[in-house]
DNA sequence: GTGCTTGCAAAGAATTTGCATAATT
DNA sequence: AATTATGCAAATTCTTTGCAAGCAC
């Protein structure tokens, strides 16, 4: 893959804990838990998952942790065509995701064209661009090798 | 609006009891009540507001008709990051959509920049893209005229 | 008449909430 | 000590499914 306009996101060094604790949440050892396994995996992750790997933690204390990082802005929300949303953690500020059709792995990244197409668009879409959102549907590497059959809806 | 390389989504004489037919589904009252409300309603919708607009047909044909037409490839449907998909007409084989954050509205639009930047980011994405989706969020100009409060959640 | 359709109600899946108990500050 | 957090179970919300009765072809 060539580096050129397409900046990878690599880990700056996030800290989910201290994203609750700046909203003013205690530090508790439960959310200490939720927190380091969310920063230990890799990827985007179902809030079931998180419960399957912790389930020493209740379900309701899983999902409320979730949102409050969402609410925080530590982690994106991402919504899935059919089935339960993923999250990932939000490593910069503005990005967008690329979604393994076959595996769900998720990737995050940033292409300054993207941006500067929004805002030619500005200019011609009626009322005020608030925001925007966009995904691309892949086939990884890994499931490219396994030719792997698809599991996830795609909009195309 | 300018004209020039956004091209606005006009009707283009969708049927999609037609589109029911072609798939070998048989002409019924209850999916021509169906597909009539759809098409008379003039932008996106949910399954909720479909069930509550017909209530003489049932819910669960209701959703399975809606699937029906999105296999079919006859409507979109289009996650919202909190709550219930939304459902649209897809009247051009491909386009994004813009939501209002306000009210909600959907619209549909092409660009072929959006396009352009889809090409040249495949020779830097790991992996094969097979699709991408992208959603403008906004405040349509009613809601500017109205300067309502926010109801939909946003990824900025 | 045969097989697809429908509507109801029940089942499912995902998430939230009430509340008593436990832990943090 | 006061307040927030947790876990359980029940409640919600959205959607699908089983099934008997009704239609389309």
Redesign the interface.
């Known amino acids: 893959?060539?580096a050129?306009?397409?900046s990878k996101v690599e880990s700056v060094g996030v800290n989910l804990s201290n994203a609750l604790e700046d909203r003013g949440l205690r530090r508790t050892a439960t959310r200490m838990t939720v927190t380091g396994r969310i920063e230990q995996l890799n990827g985007a992750f179902t809030a079931e998952q998180l419960c399957r790997d912790l389930p020493g933690v209740g379900r309701a204390t899983v999902y409320r942790t979730i949102r409050h990082l969402v609410d925080a802005g530590a982690l994106?929300?991402?919504?899935?065509?059919d089935g339960a949303?993923m999250y990932s953690i939000a490593r910069i500020e503005?990005h967008h995701h690329?979604i393994?059709?076959s595996c769900g792995a998720v990737?995050e990244?940033r292409?300054s064209?993207?941006e500067r197409?929004?805002r030619?668009?500005a200019?011609?879409?009626?009322?005020?661009?608030?925001?925007?959102?966009?995904?691309?549907?892949?086939?990884?590497?890994s499931?490219?090798a396994e030719s792997a059959t698809g599991k996830f809806s795609?909009?195309?």
């Open positions: 893959m060539a050129s306009a397409l994106c929300k991402l919504p899935i065509l949303p503005h690329t393994c059709s990737g990244f292409h064209t993207v197409v929004m030619s668009l200019k011609e879409i009626d009322g005020d661009i608030v925001g925007h959102r966009m995904e691309i549907f892949i086939t990884c590497n499931c490219l795609v909009h195309v």
